[in-house]
């Protein structure tokens, strides 16, 4: 199937626009990692993940972090705004249905309605291990 081409999917037709003309537009402003890894101490692999990650941006970017007991709602949410890209390494839990999403963090739980009253534009969860790119304002 390598062979074939490549598959691109997207939401709408809107979506696949607007992503397409944002990849060919150069950032406004250098890449702002903003990071919480192992809030609670159990995923230990989630540092070096980190580590590793704050490396890719810190050459022509910037990186701000907070592991163990510094990952707290509050220094989250402080710093969401000003970010670009999102990493979240902690524990968190998803309703199937509605918006019941949160996050697991060293002082309690961030919820889905407290990230909707942020200052974020846009904010896409992803409880797992992984990158969320935040869309730039336009």
Do not use: M, N
């Amino acid at each position: 199937l390598d062979d074939l081409g490549t598959l691109t999917l997207a939401p709408s037709a809107g979506v696949y626009a607007a992503s397409r003309a944002a990849a060919g537009r150069p950032p406004s402003s250098p890449p702002r990692l903003v990071a919480v890894a192992d809030p609670d101490g159990s995923l230990p692999g989630a540092r070096g993940e980190l580590a590793g990650i704050r490396a890719l941006f810190e050459p022509g970017g910037e990186a701000v972090s907070a592991t163990g007991a510094e990952a707290t709602v509050e220094w989250l949410l402080t710093r969401l705004a000003e970010a670009s890209y999102l990493h979240l390494s902690c524990h968190g839990s998803a309703e199937l249905v509605g918006r019941g999403a949160s996050l697991a963090l060293a002082d309690g739980t961030l919820t889905q309605a407290a990230l909707d009253a942020s200052a974020l534009r846009v904010l896409q969860l992803k409880l797992a291990h992984g990158i969320v790119p935040l869309p730039e304002a336009g």
